[in-house]
């Protein structure tokens, strides 16, 4: 399989929205791409189903003919980590369930697959994010935010990825937030950029209304 892994140095930081911008650069150079969230928690309960709001950001922006059971297979009410959700509500992880519905993505060009939360958030008790990063075997794109801690939370997600001898294909600084008089968020970008041992390969301006078109003007940010 072709494509990146998006996972994150937090919950929050946007991974969501990353994800659909790679999904866009892709598309914008011919790809037929999928992107696919396995695992969404928080989802709103409609009418006896989940609704993952992740998943439909996903389908709607990329407009994917897939139906949403195929983006996002795995769907727990709890805004919790998966293994607690799957603990609360009695209800594993069913990985197989994942992995059918990743196999049945092989004719795309390329796949964007989202992650929950950063990578050592625990899917089941010996399943982890990054487990799912090395099964996949995708490059794997770390999303962080520009705040206060950003920084040491950056730099501890790539030594894990290095731990673990996950490939990466880059390091996003997304501002979530607007940075308008907040000190850390106007500074904390070049301080990890000095650091960072990967590359940045994208600065993500923040974004006021999230849309389509927003987001394929920003795709020119993205060093692929």
């Known amino acids: ?12 930081v946007g991974k969501t929205v990353v994800t659909a911008l790679v999904a866009l650069a892709l598309q914008q150079r011919g790809l037929r791409v999928a992107a696919m969230k396995p695992i969404e928690t928080g989802c709103t ?3 006896g189903d989940l609704v993952p709001e992740d ?3 996903l389908k709607t922006i990329l407009d994917l003919d897939l139906a949403i059971d195929s983006i996002t297979p795995v ?3 709890p805004p919790l980590a998966p293994l607690v959700a799957a603990m609360m509500t009695g209800k594993e992880v069913d990985l197989d369930l ?3 519905c990743l196999d049945a993505l092989n004719g795309f060009d390329a796949v964007v697959v989202e992650g929950i939360g950063g990578l050592m958030v625990p ?3 010996d399943y982890f994010v990054c487990d799912m990063i090395k099964e996949l075997a995708l490059p794997v ?5 520009a705040g206060l801690g950003s920084i040491n939370h950056t730099l501890l997600s790539i030594e894990s990825l290095r731990s673990h001898r996950i490939t990466t294909a880059g390091l996003i600084i997304n501002h979530n937030v607007c940075p308008d008089g907040k000190l850390a968020n106007t500074t904390n970008p070049d301080i990890i950029k000095k650091l960072s041992p990967i590359d940045v390969i994208a600065t993500v301006p923040f974004i006021k209304n999230i849309a389509r078109a927003t987001l394929e003007a920003l795709t020119t940010v993205l060093r692929l």
């Open 123 to 125: 899917i089941t008790q």
């Open 55 to 57: 998943g439909l950001f």
């Open 75 to 77: 769907r727990y009410a």
């Open 45 to 47: 309960p409609v009418d």
């Open 141 to 145: 794109i770390l999303v962080t935010s």
């Open 1 to 12: 399989m072709r494509g990146f892994f998006v996972t994150a140095t937090d919950t929050g």
């Open 98 to 100: 994942i992995r059918r």
